[in-house]
């Protein structure tokens, strides 16, 4: 008898929410050993659209976005 016909075997002897555990641990072991993509920057993204985003951008975005947000005078 082969592993798999063990494990298969093994696991039809299990009661259906043991069942579901070993499902769940067996994705788990998928999804630990998954190889991951990686990632890429914002600016890799848009590349081909020649976009130049500078920081003075970046910065009035967030006095644009967080200029209204009430603050605690200390």
Known sequence: MNLEQVVVEKLRALSPDKQQEALDFIEFLEHK???KQPRHSVEGLWADLQVEVTEEDIAQAR????GNFPREDV
């Open 33 to 35: 050993t998954a190889v």
């Open 63 to 66: 006095r644009e976005m967080w």
